[in-house]
């Protein structure tokens, strides 16, 4: 059993079954993520019997660097890790004057299938444990903290779909956010879907104030689903329905990303379906020129295009940031870096 699986809770029931109070799990708790020991030797203050029993029947999975890349900018920097099994997950750090922000895999591979995407175009592999997802927290954590930096921002917007492997995801996002540990404030947390209705719902109904965000790219349905194939299956009404249901329930904005593609769905057609599409609903777009990919012919748009569909959504009364995928030069796109590395370059 990886410890890092486990919530606090989780932690303290193993604890109680092998006959400790929750004290102990308290200290073994306060080891793993404020002090983030490395290994069960370093628990040195636990009664030895119990560590004895740890080192028997626990792990500490941490995740072995398989790559590290630099953008030139030496602001973003680029991991390849690898899980227990030989997989590889990307795990990507953005530095910002005062504040770092984590890019986090959620599976391996992805099930979606989304056109433009690198990690949707090598399929789906499996989901990531709640340690495998932790993990790749720690790893950032440890190498900011070489430089007295702290983690701010969490983007669960690496590979993979977190709403389809749901339970993995919030187990550690309760990890990450326990104020025992890491402590890492929900809202500093986003988590970005492909948009699975029940999913959303579901999210609504549960007690996590993490962000919200949509990945749309299109504002009609036939256009939607010759990009993410999954809109055949939960088209933009089911979709949309459900986030009026979570914006409505939880009294919180979502955030919709569109990958802006020259000629595909940077038209002002576009802009004018998407400012009606979202009329009523708290949003916020987040336009991101695409980024190209190997398996995907599309090109990023260029600025004017940008600006004019942003103008559209103004007249919607729709606030609109454009983002600049960071790290363009290591490949910091969402899974091209582990297809560059599979292709030999
Ligand atoms: N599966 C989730 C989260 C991971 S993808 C989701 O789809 O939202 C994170 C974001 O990167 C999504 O908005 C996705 O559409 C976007 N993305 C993926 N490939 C891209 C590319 N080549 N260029 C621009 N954005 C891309
Ligand atoms: Fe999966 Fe998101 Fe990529 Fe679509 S964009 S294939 S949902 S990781």
Redesign the pocket.
């Known amino acids: 059993m990886n410890l890092y699986d486990l919530s606090r809770n989780e932690l303290g029931h193993l604890l109680a079954e092998w006959g400790y109070g929750d004290y102990h799990a308290g200290r073994i708790w306060d080891y793993l993520y404020r002090q983030k020991v490395r290994s069960l030797e370093e628990m040195v203050e636990l009664r030895p019997e119990l560590r004895k029993r740890l080192a028997a029947e626990t792990t500490l999975a941490r995740l072995p660097t398989q790559l590290t890349i630099d953008s030139s900018d030496g602001l973003t920097r680029k991991f390849l890790l690898q899980l227990a099994d030989g997989q590889e997950v990307e795990t990507v750090l953005m530095r910002y004057p005062g504040r770092a922000t984590a890019c986090i895999s959620t599976q391996a591979g ?1 099930a ?1 299938g ?1 056109v ?4 949707g175009q090598m399929g789906f592999v499996r989901h990531l444990t709640p340690g495998e997802i932790v993990a790749q927290v720690l790893h950032v954590v440890a190498l900011l903290q070489e430089h007295s930096e702290e983690l701010r921002n969490i983007v ?7 709403l389809h492997n749901y339970d993995a995801t919030m187990t550690a996002i309760d990890i990450l956010t326990d104020d025992r540990g890491l402590a890492i404030g929900p809202r500093y947390i986003t988590l ?3 948009g699975l209705p029940p999913a959303i719902r579901r999210l609504a109904d549960e007690e996590r104030p993490v962000n919200l ?1 949509v ?1 749309l ?1 299109a504002a009609t349905d036939a256009g939607r689903a010759a990009l993410v194939p999954i809109n055949k299956r939960w088209p933009l009404g089911e979709l949309i329905d459900a986030c009026r249901y979570y914006v409505a329930r939880r009294g919180r904005r979502i955030f919709f ?1 569109w ?1 802006l593609i020259a000629g595909q769905n940077d038209t002002p057609e576009q802009a004018h379906a998407l400012g009606r599409l979202l009329q009523g609903l708290e949003a916020h777009v987040n336009l ?1 020129p ?4 190997d398996g ?1 012919a599309g090109r990023p748009s260029d600025s004017a295009a940008v600006r004019h569909f942003q103008d559209i959504l103004a007249e919607y009364g729709l606030p609109s940031t454009v983002r600049q ?1 960071r790290g363009l030069d290591i490949a910091a ?3 091209q870096l582990r297809a560059q590395k599979k292709n030999g370059r």
């Open positions: 992805c979606m989304c433009f995407c690198a990690t669960l917007m690496g590979m993979g779909e977190p970005s879907t492909v965000a990945s790219h990303e990958a991101i695409l980024n190209p990919t995907y995928r796109g969402c899974g």
